[in-house]
């Protein structure tokens, strides 16, 4: 900082200390908004104990919400999480700060695979979290024969013996991609045409719904609560490391890639704080603990510290012949964007 290269330490400790404690809890102070249940509390001890910046961590369950809560303008957070496909938009409407993550001491942990990433070519605006995909997990013991198809007919026109036991996510985004990967539709589109048939399959499929969540997915499935869920590797092998009896399946008309990142807001009341947690999370061992608490890959050249349950599952470790079903979420235009809103309104109305 400034004043502490003129200054030196000794000065900007007195200069604190005649703070009033408001003002100096403030200065290390840093709001995280996070997706639910995808942080490991423990880790942000670690980070509180290393830096002295305490962290107030609030959570959310969709793009959808994050978006509308930046768009608002209600809340000021130093830390946010969103997907790739969300990251241009935010740049474009100037909702986020600029904070050179390539010039960051830990960048170089990044793999090059995920540098220079289409939504943020010189990661000036972004630094990588976790990615994953977004599929099927069915209890192999409450599914006749034990085996499910790996395809979305599975989950939207489900065998009679699944039906009441199926748990869809609760945000648009995901059940209508999905919808529009089984009916091959592109996720982007603008017809009003592609919009009823999708709108179509996604009511005949309601009846047949036990319920809509985004929320406590783990849960839900490794005491058995339901059969069959729509939802996300990593929750998948975290509810398997309960349950074995679990399975993921990657569906064969497309499986949805997503790749979650740190951003700043650009009302951001720490931003400082924020760079020096985005550059403590690129250190490998921070890294890795995040891929074993939560059972998501990261970006960053960790692998030594990975444990060994997760390069073994199925779930997390992709077998390599499904590489071509991964389908990356786009950024759709404003009028595909209120054709799916409009969707989901009826569905949910």
């Known amino acids: 900082m400034p004043l502490k290269a003129r200054f030196g330490a000794a000065l900007v400790a007195a200069a604190l200390s005649a703070l009033p404690a408001a003002a100096q809890d403030a200065e290390k102070t840093l709001f995280f908004y996070n997706w639910t249940d995808y942080y490991p509390v423990e880790l942000l001890t670690k980070f509180e104990k290393e830096t ?24 000021s957070y130093d ?50 979290y976790l990615w994953g995909v977004t599929g099927l997990a069915y209890d192999s013991a409450q599914v006749e024969g034990g085996t499910l198809e790996a395809s979305w007919k599975e989950y939207f026109e489900p065998r009679p013996g699944l039906e009441g036991k199926i748990a869809a ?7 209508i991609l999905a919808a529009s990967l089984y009916l091959g539709i592109p ?7 592609d919009a009823a048939r999708i709108l179509e399959l996604l009511q005949a499929q309601k009846a047949k719904l036990k319920l809509y969540s985004s929320d406590s997915t783990v849960d839900r499935m490794a005491s058995g609560e339901v059969a069959m869920h729509h939802v996300w590797n990593g929750a998948t092998a975290r509810a398997t490391a309960q349950r074995d009896t679990i399975r993921f399946l990657y569906p ?19 931003p400082e704080n924020a760079k020096i947690f985005i550059n403590w999370m690129m250190a490998p061992e921070n890294a890795a603990a995040v891929s074993n608490a939560i059972a998501y890959a990261n970006a960053i050249k ?31 235009g404003p009028k595909a964007r209120e054709l799916r809103d409009r969707i989901w309104t009826r569905l949910k109305g």
């Open 52 to 75: 002295g910046i305490k962290v107030i961590l609030d959570g959310f369950d969709s793009n959808d919400t994050l978006l509308a809560k930046l768009q608002s303008g209600g809340a």
């Open 79 to 128: 830390v946010i999480v969103p997907s790739d496909y969300v990251i241009p938009g935010l740049i474009k409407d100037g909702l986020l700060m600029k904070i050179d993550t390539h010039q960051m001491s830990n960048y170089a942990h990044m793999k090059d695979a995920f540098k220079n990433p289409d939504f943020d070519p010189k990661h000036e605006y972004s630094a990588p």
């Open 169 to 175: 996510l609760d945000t648009a985004s995901d059940e």
């Open 187 to 193: 996720q982007c589109t603008e017809s009003n045409e």
């Open 252 to 270: 064969k008309e497309g499986t949805p890639m997503f790749r979650d990142n740190f951003a700043v807001p650009a009302n951001a009341p720490h």
């Open 302 to 332: 960790s692998d030594e510290f990975l444990n060994e349950q997760w390069k073994k599952m199925e779930a997390i470790n992709m077998p390599e012949e499904y590489t071509p079903r991964l389908v990356p979420t786009q950024d759709c």
